[in-house]
């Protein structure tokens, strides 16, 4: 059994606050570096070239991408044979947020009662946490700040198994077509296929924690993320919807076990600042 | 097609002469308000008091910034989802508000005081809050500070980067943009 503090969680969540708001991953800046040889249109050319201007400003000034450095969605794997001492899992990443959130200038977004109050509360906590328990003695820690525009952008669909690849193309495009402007794209497209209604929409979720343009490893998966992407930009809306051919950077499908009687599916959509990271203690 | 200069405030001939589609630059003073600050000035209007700022031939920005570190005007400072300011859009254009600037779709009843009231919505590049915030060279709050990001706040602003979604002859550009490049 290994014994490991919680202080150090803290101290590496505090880190990756900062750094996710900050410096965008090289799969993403690639990608809109890359989707600048394909737009056609002039004003979705010049938005690309701003886009990527505003990392270089973000990375040398220290300025976040983004003014919404989002709500702290967490997927953590932690090995069982990790001995946390010093307080649980969930107070040591929520420490860290406030932390990373209050020292590195981050704008707090999230409100503690959703309803009737709506007061801030003022340390952006708490964070989100998916949590899965995994042999070993490690523990992997990725994060995304999740920013609200384009997470008002998502839905869930339980389709029906007869549906098929076709109704779920419907499904996500059409979804997608709606949202148009309103998530700042170019996006990142996450899509869940299969599980109950909450399942589904953690996988969608998920799929956005994958490096841009990986491929799911089926290749029948795989096939369908380029298809999907494909109708996609053909809606022509283009960056920031102002019209163009880079609507979306990708799309990606995780999927899950599906019960007989469903094929749920779920939409969770990322703007182009798709800032994820993640570290193994 | 090189971008427009236009000085805020706007007048009505500044409103009539832009397009959909077109790109500006913006100098001059403009205001912050996103749904909590706009919610108040509406309370204000509904009762017949006077607002905390004058709201002829305003630009009012939706944005609610990150903090400023030391020695920084302002922190990231990119627009948010203006959809939630629909509700409140027209009562502002009644009020005098020449434009607004924010990120993604309006309804009709907004495209409709747009033409109503000779206005128009621009949109700056979401997610690019850290190179409009180099744009912005003053700020300061200026009413509900209480409401921290969210206070208006007065900003000074020079070749602030925008375009044009929809002016006052009915045009939309996300609509008009999509169908140029669709397939």
Known sequence: MRELSVSTITDTVAKMCEEANVYLGEDVSGALKRSLEIEESPTGQEVLKQLIYNLEIAKNEQIPICQDTGFAVFFVELGQDVHLTGGTLEEAINAGVKQGYTEGYLRKSIVKDPLYERKNTGDNTPAVIYTDIVPGDKIKIAFAPKGGGSENMSAVKMLKPADGEEGLVDFVVNHVKAAGPNPCPPIVVGVGIGGTFDRVAVQAKKALFRPVGQPHPDSRYAGLEKKILSKINDLGVGPQGFGGRVFALAVHIETFPSHIASMAAAVNINCHACRHLEKVI | ?183
């Open chain 2, 1 to 183: 097609m090189e971008p427009k200069k236009i000085t805020a405030p706007l007048s009505d001939d500044d409103v009539l002469s832009l397009k959909a589609g077109d790109n500006v630059l913006i100098s001059g003073v403009i205001y912050t308000a996103r749904d909590a600050a706009h919610k108040k000035l509406i309370e204000l209007m509904e009762k017949g008091e006077p607002l905390p700022i004058d709201l002829h031939g305003q630009i009012i920005y939706y944005v609610g910034p990150t903090p400023a570190r030391p020695g920084q005007v302002i922190g990231s400072a990119g627009p948010t989802t203006s959809g939630r300011m629909d509700a409140y859009t027209p009562k502002m254009l009644e009020s005098g508000m020449k434009a607004c600037i924010g990120k993604g779709l309006r309804n009709q009843a907004v495209k409709d005081a747009l033409q109503k009231h000779r206005g128009l919505y621009l949109a700056a590049v979401g997610g690019a809050g850290a190179l409009l915030s180099k744009k912005i060279k003053k700020c300061e709050v200026v009413a509900y500070p209480e409401l921290g990001a969210e206070a208006i706040h007065r900003l000074e602003v020079e070749d602030f980067p925008a375009t044009v979604i929809n002016d006052a002859y009915g045009s939309d550009l996300y609509a008009e943009g999509a169908k140029a490049y669709a397939r």
